[in-house]
T-cell receptor, first 113, second 116 residues
Framework: DVKVTQSSRYLVKRTGEKVFLECVQDMDHENMFWYRQDPGLGLRLIYFSYDVKMKEKGDIPEGYSVSREKKERFSLILESASTNQTSMYLC????????????FGPGTRLTVL | AQTVTQSQPEMSVQEAETVTLSCTYDTSENNYYLFWYKQPPSRQMILVIRQEAYKQQNATENRFSVNFQKAAKSFSLKISDSQLGDTAMYFCAFMKGGGATNKLIFGTGTLLAVQP
């Protein structure tokens, strides 16, 4: 079974803090993704990576950065958290190429005060 | 740009009955993939079904089937013999083909409640 884990289920941070969200997958998937899920907006892609040290911007990359130093780990970084980044963050992974099934983590509900 | 529209924010169905969730999409591509993902309450999102646009036959997975109408750009999900465990948010998604790093574009979701 593919397993995608995220470092926290719930996280509360203050405005201006640097926030790290970690995602780890255990099935040697090439592709990894970070999404943001908001009510009425569905899932929106923030960044994705199809190889170690490779990254591509998604639809809403502003205010975020990512890091992929190892194949199994993909980190999302909020350089200076703001209240409008309060959301559910979902990580996913898939085999190459991108049209393969994506496997999702449980999500991190981030609240920025 | 491609868009995916789910016009039913919420739906309700009685256990054992059949329900159809609607999805339309807008694209000028001829080669693409369509997906339905399910997100149960407090549980991880999982793939329900996938359809390749070049295949005329509608995809089926046990009680789940799709009605793919390419000309109408419609991709509805039919759930037969609904079960309480089908209660979830359902997302329709589109991905264009012809590339190895293309992105999934999601609709806004339909929250399905199966009533006992």
């Amino acid at each position: 079974d593919v397993k995608v884990t995220q470092s926290s289920r719930y996280l509360v941070k203050r405005t201006g803090e640097k926030v790290f969200l970690e995602c780890v997958q255990d099935m040697d998937h090439e592709n990894m993704f970070w999404y943001r899920q908001d009510p009425g907006l569905g899932l929106r892609l923030i960044y994705f990576s199809y190889d170690v040290k490779m990254k591509e911007k998604g639809d809403i990359p502003e205010g975020y950065s990512v890091s992929r130093e190892k194949k199994e780990r993909f980190s999302l970084i909020l350089e200076s958290a703001s209240t409008n980044q309060t959301s559910m963050y979902l990580c996913a992974s898939s085999l190459w190429p991108s049209y393969n099934e994506q496997f999702f983590g449980p999500g991190t509900r981030l609240t920025v005060l | 740009a491609q868009t995916v529209t789910q016009s039913q924010p919420e739906m309700s169905v009685q256990e054992a009955e059949t329900v159809t969730l609607s999805c339309t999409y807008d694209t000028s591509e001829n080669n693409y993939y369509l997906f339905w993902y399910k997100q149960p309450p407090s549980r991880q999102m999982i793939l329900v079904i996938r359809q390749e646009a070049y295949k005329q036959q509608n995809a089926t997975e046990n009680r789940f089937s799709v009605n793919f109408q390419k000309a109408a750009k419609s991709f509805s999900l039919k759930i037969s013999d609904s079960q309480l465990g089908d209660t979830a948010m359902y997302f329709c998604a589109f991905m264009k083909g012809g590339g190895a790093t293309n992105k999934l574009i999601f609709g806004t979701g339909t929250l399905l409640a199966v009533q006992p």
